[in-house]
């Protein structure tokens, strides 16, 4: 009988006696669940097929069918081998030969007559190329016609394959291998199994459709989809606090996350702890982590048309607006998390101004989890020209000018003239900015004013213009917003300015304003950014002292109630500033028992005497502007006599 013949005879007895198939418990056939490492993925696995008291139970074997199902997308068939040398001796048929994760063997015996003696242990191996995570071995059909033509079913035992592997990437394409750092197996790109993370210092670019379990983008690392390009991500995609996503193509996964972690709030000190907050996800419910209960947090909106800001408890906004921005503050250190599609389209918000300062402020957010870089003609003209950020560290806003960047999930204040034009926050003004407070790349000048007592600071810029003013320009200053540190900015007799944009000229004096800020008492000035080649002086008014800041760095010195806050001139180039006397700005200062000396360079000796002049401690020292001393001294009243440059000053200091 031909072997055609032998087939078709089979298969019509396996028709007929279908209904009366048999299973019978004990025989089983079965495959394991196996483990894989990531040096696996992309390569071929085995996955064995056993079977057991087949013979014993059914007699001898004419044919059998064995159906194995997987998920295809994770295993695709290449073969089987390792087969029993009992099969070897039979004729094994494959169908449909792996198509859509199915796989089915047919097993004849070459006697047809006598059929064989099905073996107990592994039959065979099926070979699969796989490419990681988890996928089901789901034996789906074992059936046996035997020599006495009964059709038996034997017990099916169905198993699994799992692998996963952490990778982490630097610089360059998602698709290049020679980009990851970790089991890629014979994979040219990450693979389902894969969880991938990107971290500080890495920047990568999805070129081409994505596939993994995971994404995690930590602190500092960067991750922009294309245009036209699917990432496909099994579980979570996760942008941790510090990490930045650009979305321009699609992306699918089990879940989608950005955190943003904020410091605990010193309860004791209203100064502390305060965070400028927007969301980058759509429909960002404020529950949860975002509203703690209790007396140990506070969550504010801007209202610009009163001038105040709006308590949660007695608004309970129920979703963060997306590109609003919202004031908040909590007394335990946490990771605030948004979840949810993220924001990929541009965002406009309408903006007022209804009257007198701080009026025409309005607080704005970013909506997306990656920085964006401003630009005023996202408002046509009818805003001013810098950004406010609120800097936590530094107890004070901090100015954004055209070009620089706004961090991811973070808020913004934006004055507008006159409210006739909304603001459009475009999405092509995402982009990847590690730094959460940038340094200026513009010609400018950038003074700031530290409380040295509690560590606050504000800014202030001024920038130069020939078509500027020494007073308020629109659409070249930007007003001042007071925050909790000193009080610091260029003043024209009606307008408070963070930036000032004037004239450059030889005899210029732009006057400046300081407040003190609680209880303080000594601060400084720094200037923390110049021109090349140009000469800043700094002017007290208060004590007639002269000083160059581009040679010293620093100004220090006290402030007390009453003092008049017209303190301060900013000069460039004045004829004779040369011969101020090396000591005139000299300031010292106390802090428990540590004695400060500022404003002295140089070689330079100080004397720490009773209030009777006996001398109880000399240092000798080199300066360069600032020097600390341990004292130990008991509390009380002491002079100090500084020597430097053949001169002499005494001052008055108090130990606590």
């Given at each position: 009988m031909n072997n055609m013949k032998r087939k078709f005879i089979v298969l019509k007895i396996m028709l007929f006696s279908a209904i009366f198939a048999v299973t019978i418990n004990a025989q089983e056939v079965s495959t394991t669940d196996q483990t894989f490492a990531g040096s696996d993925f992309g390569t071929t696995i085995l996955v064995p097929i056993n079977t057991s008291d087949i013979h014993t139970s059914y007699g001898n074997i004419i044919t059998a069918t064995i159906r194995v199902e997987y998920d295809d997308d994770l295993l695709s068939y290449v073969g089987y081998t390792n087969v029993d040398p009992t099969l070897q001796n039979q004729i094994?048929?494959?169908?449909?030969?792996?198509?859509?994760?199915?796989?089915?063997?047919?097993?004849?015996?070459?006697?047809?007559?006598?059929?064989?003696?099905?073996?107990?242990?592994?039959?065979?191996?099926?070979?699969?190329?796989?490419?990681?995570?988890?996928?089901?071995?789901?034996?789906?059909?074992?059936e046996f016609f035997a020599t006495d033509f009964e059709t038996y079913n034997a017990t099916m035992i169905d198993g699994s394959v799992t692998g996963y592997a952490d990778i982490s990437a630097t610089n360059g394409n998602w698709n290049d291998v020679n980009i990851w750092t970790g089991p890629m197996g014979s994979l040219t790109e990450p693979g389902p199994g894969h969880n991938v993370s990107i971290l500080t210092g890495g920047t990568v670019t999805v070129t081409a459709d994505g596939l993994c379990n995971s994404v995690t983008i930590g602190d500092g690392g960067q991750l922009t989809l294309n245009s036209t390009i699917g990432l496909d991500v099994t579980t979570d995609f996760t942008i941790e606090s510090g990490g930045s996503y650009i979305e321009n193509g699609t992306l699918t996964a089990g879940s989608k996350t950005a955190e943003r972690y904020i410091a605990a709030a010193n309860w004791a000190d209203?100064?502390?702890?305060?965070?400028?907050?927007?969301?980058?996800?759509?429909?960002?419910?404020?529950?949860?982590?975002?509203?703690?209960?209790?007396?140990?947090f506070d969550f504010y909106m801007w209202d610009e048309q009163t001038g105040y800001w709006l308590n949660y408890d007695n608004y309970s906004w129920p979703f963060f607006d997306e590109g609003i921005g919202y004031l908040v503050a909590y007394q335990q250190a946490s990771t605030k998390v948004?979840?949810?599609?993220?924001?990929?389209?541009?965002?406009?918000?309408?903006?007022?101004?209804n009257g007198s300062d701080p009026q025409g402020f309005n607080l704005l957010g970013n909506p997306y989890p990656s920085a964006i870089i401003w630009n005023p003609s996202w408002a046509a003209g009818s805003v001013e020209p810098d950004l406010q950020v609120w800097n936590s560290t530094a107890g004070s806003y901090k100015l954004v000018t055209s070009g620089h960047a706004v961090p991811p999930i973070n808020g913004f204040m934006i004055y507008s003239y006159d409210g006739s034009q909304p603001v459009t926050i475009p999405a092509s003004?995402?982009?990847?900015?590690?730094?959460?407070?940038?340094?200026?790349?513009?010609?400018?000048?950038?003074?700031?004013?530290?409380?040295?007592?509690?560590?606050?600071?504000?800014?202030?810029?001024?920038?130069?213009?020939?078509?500027?003013?020494?007073?308020?320009?629109?659409?070249?200053?930007?007003?001042?917003?007071?925050?909790?540190?000193?009080?610091?900015?260029?003043?024209?007799?009606?307008?408070?300015?963070?930036?000032?944009?004037?004239?450059?000229?030889?005899?210029?004096?732009?006057?400046?304003?300081?407040?003190?800020?609680?209880?303080?008492?000594?601060?400084?000035i720094e200037l923390a950014e110049s021109i090349e080649g140009e000469d800043v002086y700094l002017k007290d008014?208060?004590?007639?002292?002269?000083?160059?800041?581009?040679?010293?760095?620093?100004?220090?010195?006290?402030?007390?109630?009453?003092d008049d806050p017209d303190r301060f001139e900013l000069l460039f180039g004045v004829v004779g500033i040369e011969d101020v006397q090396p000591l005139a700005s000299a300031h010292v200062y106390s802090n428990g028992d540590i004695l400060t000396v500022a404003n002295v360079e140089g070689e330079s000796r100080m004397d720490v005497m009773d209030v009777q002049g006996r001398v109880l401690q000399t240092e000798e020292f080199n300066s360069n502007g600032y020097s600390t001393f341990d004292l130990e001294l008991n509390t009380g009243i002491y002079l100090v006599r500084l020597y430097n440059s053949g001169e002499a000053k005494t001052t008055k200091v108090f130990v606590k």
């Open positions: 094994i048929d494959v169908f449909p030969a792996g198509q859509n994760g199915v796989v089915q063997f047919n097993i004849e015996a070459s006697d047809f007559g006598n059929g064989f003696q099905y073996p107990d242990g592994k039959s065979f191996d099926i070979q699969l190329t796989y490419a990681g995570a988890y996928s089901d071995i789901d034996i789906t059909q074992a209203d100064s502390d702890g305060w965070h400028l907050l927007s969301s980058p996800v759509m429909d960002q419910a404020i529950s949860g982590d975002f509203i703690p209960g209790g007396y140990d948004f979840t949810g599609d993220f924001n990929t389209a541009n965002e406009t918000e309408t903006i007022t101004n003004a995402r982009a990847h900015n590690s730094t959460a407070w940038y340094k200026n790349t513009d010609e400018m000048i950038v003074l700031n004013a530290y409380d040295l007592e509690k560590d606050l600071f504000q800014e202030s810029i001024i920038r130069f213009n020939d078509n500027s003013s020494l007073d308020y320009d629109q659409g070249l200053d930007s007003r001042f917003l007071n925050g909790y540190a000193p009080g610091f900015y260029s003043f024209d007799g009606e307008m408070r300015m963070a930036s000032n944009t004037v004239p450059f000229g030889s005899d210029l004096v732009v006057p400046f304003r300081f407040e003190k800020n609680n209880e303080s008492s000594s601060f400084m008014l208060k004590t007639n002292t002269t000083v160059n800041l581009s040679e010293t760095g620093s100004y220090t010195f006290s402030s007390e109630e009453g």
